[in-house]
């Protein structure tokens, strides 16, 4: 399985954890969160990044004759093994966190229409996929509108977790993929024909995935960035490239699942 790793880049003050533990002062220009994504193409709607509360994350350090310079790099241990296979990184890593020791914390991402975006919890990420770092894209993705829906209605929520409403009360779901027959904003759409009521609504969830993955993939077009007016399928490798070529990601491999259990 192939991963686009989205670099995440965290914007000062960084977590003391964090800063305390960087082997030298001048890497603190340079921590990722990175996310793995399989949408290269909707990194113009990111309107914030979804860490897990209780989730175990490391930090380590990029290997400089893969990434030119040496970075920092935030993900789950099980990514970080794939990582270091993949030559991405070095052995080894410079501090533990969870979720919540970086959650509240500002971010610049490559495309995206808002200057600035926040971690925010995410309660349904998934420890045995990607890097346990995801990126949010509320207009074509129904798990992240979903959540981001919880997020805006719960106060409580956003107490629970130190998430200042201005980290999240402003990012709206931006158009960025048109697929006929769900307009301008799919994921927004599928929800509301489906009636999902909040991110814990798992197989309705799954429903609206399927809903819009392979009709977004072959009829969606783009309607922002320089490849306007393109189908989503004809396109998505340039995309892909063009980050790759400007530093904003990295190509990140992941093993074939491995199949325990087959239920149907
Ligand atoms: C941006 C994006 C935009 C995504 C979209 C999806 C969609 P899959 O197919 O099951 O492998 N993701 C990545 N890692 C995790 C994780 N550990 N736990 C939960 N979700 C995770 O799913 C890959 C997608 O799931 C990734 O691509 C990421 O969200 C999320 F418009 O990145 B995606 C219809 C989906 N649309």
């Known amino acids: 399985q192939e991963y686009t790793l989205v670099k995440m880049k965290l914007i000062e003050p960084i977590p003391p954890k964090l800063s305390k533990a960087l082997p030298k002062p001048n890497l603190k220009q340079k921590i ?9 193409e909707t ?10 509360p209780d989730l175990k994350y490391i930090a380590v350090i990029s290997d400089a004759t893969t990434t030119k310079e040496e970075e920092v790099y935030i993900c789950t241990e099980r990514a970080a093994r794939n990582m270091f296979y993949q030559g991405i990184i070095k052995e080894g890593h410079i501090v533990e966190l969870i979720g919540n020791d970086l959650l509240g914390c500002k971010l610049k991402v ?8 926040y971690t925010l919890p995410m309660l349904t990420i998934k420890d045995n996929k990607g ?33 200042k409403d201005e980290m999240v009360l402003p990012f709206e779901p931006v158009p960025i993929i048109e697929i006929p027959g769900f307009g301008d904003l799919s994921a927004v759409t599928v929800c509301e024909q489906l009636k999902i009521q909040s991110q814990n609504d798992a197989d309705k969830l799954k429903e609206a995935k399927e809903r819009v993955y392979l009709k977004g993939f072959y009829e969606g077009v783009m309607l922002v960035g320089s490849y306007k007016g393109s189908k989503v399928c004809d396109i998505k490798k340039s995309i892909q490239k063009d980050l ?10 992941e093993p074939e699942k491995q199949v325990i259990s087959r239920s149907g």
Do not use: H
Not at 32 to 40: C, E, K, N, Q
């Open 32 to 40: 990722y969160l990175v996310a793995a994504t399989l949408r290269p």
């Open 244 to 253: 790759i070529d400007s530093g904003d990601v990295l190509i990140y491999m």
């Open 131 to 163: 890097t346990g770092v995801v990126t949010s894209v509320p207009s074509d993705s129904p798990d992240d509108f979903a959540a981001l829906r919880d997020i805006k209605k719960k106060a409580a929520l956003r107490e629970k977790y130190g998430i």
């Open 43 to 52: 990194m113009y709607g990111q309107t914030n990044c979804w860490l897990r």
């Open 110 to 117: 490559p495309l995206a229409k808002y200057e600035f975006v």
